[in-house]
């Protein structure tokens, strides 16, 4: 961030050129990722819990379907949704608290920005691109996340294990951690947020070799009725290009 006014509500007329040109798939993928890094980890610094940091990142995704990125600053866009996302979980951020902990995102170890007329600029575009972002998605900004899904489906893949099976491989926390990194692309809004669920303890037992015991039916049937494997295999998938890209984006 060269300086607090270099985040506005559109990108700068030199980032596009006089004819309109189609935005590069593989680049706009790219830079979603890196986005939602920066929300995640921005997350962290503000103290936000793991469902608001999902409602921010699939603000930013709904909003970017919607519209065409190249055509706005996405970390502006990203700012603005971890503000609209806390009021929406209940969980309210300092517009203050967002653009200093964003401003040393980029400017490592810098002192905490001046209230002067670039920090109130900015300010401003915070809350205007809140106000452009409820009106791409038609107000509807509250979001059914598989974070309670997973919850439950972990419980009861628990009580199917024995104890020791259970205790002697993390399946519960790379469970976590998998649907976490769901966020940096767009599957929150292509996906059922079950199958998510599904998928991301299905890889995780995969992963660390733990069997579950078989009856009639196999277990992600018996806990979400209406997946099949072939959703799961396309919810790992999609996850597994995440993770080739994130060595793109580093």
Not at 15 to 22: F, G, I, L, P, T
Not at 75 to 101: P, W
Not at 221 to 242: G, K, N, Y
Request: proline share 3%; net charge neutral.
């Amino acid at each position: 961030m060269a300086s607090s006014s270099s985040l506005s509500l559109s990108s700068s007329s030199s980032r596009r050129s006089d004819q309109s040109q189609e935005s590069d798939p593989s680049r706009d993928v790219k830079t979603h990722f890196r986005v939602c890094r920066f929300i995640m980890e921005a997350g962290v610094k503000l103290g936000m819990r793991s469902v608001p940091v999902a409602t921010a990142c699939t603000l930013y995704h709904r909003f970017c379907a919607r519209v065409d990125i190249s055509a706005y600053e996405p970390f502006l866009v990203a700012m603005s949704c971890m503000y609209l996302a806390g009021k929406v979980e209940e969980q309210h951020l300092r517009t203050r608290d967002i653009i200093n902990v964003s401003h040393r995102y980029f400017r490592s170890g810098s002192a905490p920005l001046e209230c002067d007329q670039d920090f109130w600029d900015l300010r401003d575009s915070v809350v205007q691109c809140e106000l452009l972002i409820l009106r791409q998605l038609n107000f509807h900004v509250s979001f059914q996340h598989p974070h309670k899904f997973l919850l439950h489906y972990l419980l009861s893949v628990r009580a199917l294990l024995n104890r020791h099976a259970w205790a002697r491989s993390p399946v519960a926390e790379v469970s976590w951690a998998l649907l976490r990194d769901c966020y940096h692309g767009d599957m929150c809004i292509r996906h059922a947020p079950q199958h998510m669920a599904i998928a991301a303890i299905y890889l995780a037992l995969h992963s660390y070799g733990v069997e579950l015991p078989r009856g009639d039916r196999e277990w992600w049937e018996v806990l979400c009725s209406d997946v099949t494997r072939a959703q799961i295999d396309a919810v790992i998938s999609d996850l597994l290009q995440l993770y080739d890209l994130e060595a793109k984006c580093l």
